[in-house]
């Protein structure tokens, strides 16, 4: 049924590109702010950087969970959903995972427009960025996925979301920051290793606490 | 029927008065001055308990949120309710008081020291919550939305905490950890005044579960 249901938002994806595109747009368009509000040089740029990415991707996530929630809002197709014998928690884990799936090929877009416009150089261990980078969007979209449930039917939904949201997810942000800047400066793992539990166990506690909640919060 | 019109109400009222009225006393003539922090060290006696009273109540919201998804009885939401804006109360009294103290002994009036910081993002957090309260729409689905959202900020405590002092492991060490250290004379009105703090809590639990109740009493009607 898991798999029912992340096909079903992968395919809904699919045929409209909505989530993507306009994560994508939006986050090129926070790129351009940034360039426009620093001094643009490798230097200042590079001290900024990891921060800077995390903030973006923070913003284009509650972008892609506002637009994914307003599919399921669109022809009360969520109340519909409820009344079909699915396990609730499941429903939260592929909006969840779904979520990380778009966050994460948004990110591979947007990596590029990142270095460029902000003149950075990048020399750093690929496989070890990318495991970070998963992590830290498992652990932003768990957090994500769980605010969206209670906020989608209010009715400030779209305010809503960011003010439960940021303080919500701000250990991942944290940990995220600070292996990202771990990585690209060289430090040894030792010096970082922290913020992959924080990730892990942020993850972990709420991806549990959010099927079990789930249950309760969609019931109608 | 008023609150204060009840025989047991006015007994808590009283004990609880003459308590508060004792700890003012002992912080402000029975405690020495302290020879570092001279009169700043005065605000300790009512930011820390303070705070512990706001992380209490949440605490206790998160309780209150569980008991209210299993029990599905309207009593736990409104305990919820009740120390939900009761923490936030005290919580947002840590925040003043905190930069009062800070500014003369630390020379800063904020520094994101692990346990303030953690206390301003719970705050944040139930902030959101009473938007949500305001905001969700139908009142039995928002009850259980604040239940959820009661029980995933307190579980987000402890790694906010860890996080914070991972962030900026530099930061001065909160002042509660070296009270323990303190001499009889500083500590012992400090405990009192946790206690003090603690009823003061509970009796404001007390009002305000009876008022949210006259009001949902009210709008059912």
């Keep these: 049924m898991f798999f029912t249901l992340l096909k079903k938002d992968l395919l809904l994806e699919l045929r409209s590109k909505e989530i993507v595109i306009s994560m994508l747009t939006f986050g090129v368009t926070v790129i351009l702010t ?19 990415f ?66 950075l150089t990048i020399d750093v261990n690929m496989l070890n960025f990318c495991g970070v980078i998963i992590l830290a969007d498992l652990g932003i979209m768990v957090g994500g996925s769980l605010v969206s449930g209670l906020a989608m039917r209010a009715k400030m939904s779209a305010v ?14 944290i940990a995220a920051v600070k292996a990202t800047i771990g990585l690209l400066n060289h430090e040894p793992y030792a010096y970082w290793q922290l913020s992959i539990r924080i990730m892990g166990s942020f993850t972990v506690i709420f991806g549990l606490i959010g099927y079990t909640l789930y249950d309760h919060i969609s019931e109608e | ?41 005065r605000i300790f006696y009512f930011h820390v308990p303070t705070a512990w009273t706001g992380f209490l109540a949440y605490f206790l919201v998160m309780i209150g949120g569980i008991l209210f998804l299993w029990k599905k009885d309207q009593k736990w939401d409104n305990f919820g309710l009740a120390s939900a804006e009761i923490g936030t109360l005290f919580t947002a009294l840590v925040l003043v008081t905190g930069p009062i103290w800070a500014k003369p002994v630390w020379g800063h009036a904020w520094t994101w020291e692990p346990r303030l910081t953690t206390t301003l993002v719970l705050f944040l957090i139930f902030v959101g919550y009473f938007m949500l309260r305001a905001y969700g729409g139908h009142p039995e689905r928002v009850s259980r939305y604040a239940a959820a959202l009661g029980i995933i900020a307190f579980a987000d405590v402890p790694i906010i905490f860890i996080s914070v002092k991972f962030w900026l492991p530099e930061f001065q060490s909160h002042p509660q950890v070296e009270m323990n250290k303190q001499a009889p004379e500083y500590l012992y009105p400090f405990l009192f005044s946790l206690f003090v703090f603690t009823m003061v ?3 404001m639990l007390r009002y305000r579960m009876h008022i949210i109740n006259l009001k949902n009493k009210t709008l059912s009607e």
């Design chain 1, 34 to 52: 940034f360039a426009f509000s620093f001094n643009v040089s490798s230097d200042i740029m590079g001290t900024f950087a990891p921060g800077l």
């Design chain 1, 54 to 119: 995390w903030i973006m991707i923070l913003f284009i996530s509650v972008l892609g969970l506002q637009r994914s929630f307003a599919y399921e809002k669109e022809f009360d197709a969520y109340s519909l959903m409820l009344t079909s014998p699915v396990d609730r928690g499941l429903i939260f884990l592929s909006k969840w995972i779904s979520g990380t799936l778009f966050l994460i090929i948004t990110e591979c877009a947007v990596a590029l427009p990142f270095i460029l416009f902000l003149q």
């Design chain 1, 160 to 173: 809503l979301l960011p003010i439960l949201m940021f303080p919500i997810v701000s250990p991942v942000l």
């Design chain 2, 201 to 203: 809590y509970l009796i």
């Design chain 2, 1 to 41: 029927m008023s609150f204060f019109s009840h025989r047991k109400n006015q007994i808590w009222l009283g004990i609880v008065s003459t308590l508060m009225l004792i700890n003012l006393y002992l912080i402000f003539v029975v405690t020495p001055i302290h020879p570092e922090q001279q009169w700043a060290q």
